[in-house]
């Protein structure tokens, strides 16, 4: 029962134009991040590791979080349209399949915008003229990325459960990263959902070791989820049918 809701979500995927946001919106931080780079390289001399940090400026804290709400609010538009809220709790599927299908749908678009980035950053820096290898943390900065992106998606997917409007949810997404990016400067980044990006891809220290323990990292990442999950559970098993 739960692969054929899972097939559900996949067939929403399938030649939608979300995968035009996955394609684009990661290449403008990329173009932006270099050109930064290029023009302050003077100042910026730690090669691949200056570059990274500016073009983590750009994918962390705006176009990545907003990209995901792009991700979770596409997945919940079909439900909000024609009242198919009401066929899908009346259907004879646990409502907690309904969430974890698209908490895995929205997952997975989150890993592969992750291997996307990367690949750009790659790229990046080879057009820049750098010619040192590429730092080995780069999968460890992309995977302890995927993980805070996808305490995003269970935030955002219990967001968009609750607003029918496309485009609140991906500003609140917007506005979630920014304030992601005080709550890091203010010392609190590792008890912020939205910070756990910015922490996993080590957007301000690339050469260094995350500003919280790795554990205290994955326990707070858990604790985000587990709370998402229930929440969601809760508010669609309370949900109202006919105003769906």
């Not at 750098?130 to 993980?147: F, N």
């Amino acid at each position: 029962m739960f692969l054929r809701t899972l097939l559900a979500e996949r067939m929403k995927l399938h030649h939608s134009p979300v995968w035009l946001a996955f394609l684009i919106i990661p290449i403008l931080p990329a173009v932006m991040g270099t050109f930064n780079y290029l023009q302050n390289i003077g100042i910026l001399q730690n090669q691949w590791y200056s570059l990274w940090t500016q073009h983590t400026i750009f994918t962390c804290y705006f176009f990545l979080p907003a990209t995901i709400g792009v991700y979770c609010s596409y997945l919940c538009r079909l439900e909000h349209s024609n009242h198919n809220w009401n066929a899908v709790m009346t259907a004879p599927v646990p409502v907690s399949y309904v969430y974890l299908a698209k908490l895995i749908s929205a997952s997975v678009m989150v890993l592969l915008t992750q291997v996307w980035i990367g690949m750009l950053f790659v790229i990046s820096g080879r057009l820049s003229g750098l010619a040192a290898p590429v730092p080995p943390e780069l999968p460890v900065w992309l995977l302890c990325g995927a993980v805070g992106g996808i305490v995003i998606c269970a935030l955002q997917l219990c967001v968009s459960l609750i607003i029918r409007s496309f485009a609140v949810p991906v500003g609140i997404a917007l506005i979630g990263g920014v304030a992601g990016l005080a709550a890091l400067a203010k010392g609190y980044g590792v008890w912020f959902p939205y910070s756990l990006l910015c922490l996993g891809m080590r957007a301000n220290q690339p050469g260094g070791a995350m500003q919280c323990s790795t554990e205290q990292f994955v326990l707070n990442s858990i604790f985000y989820l587990m709370v998402c999950i229930l929440f969601a559970v809760i508010w669609l098993k309370k949900r109202d049918v006919s105003a769906g």
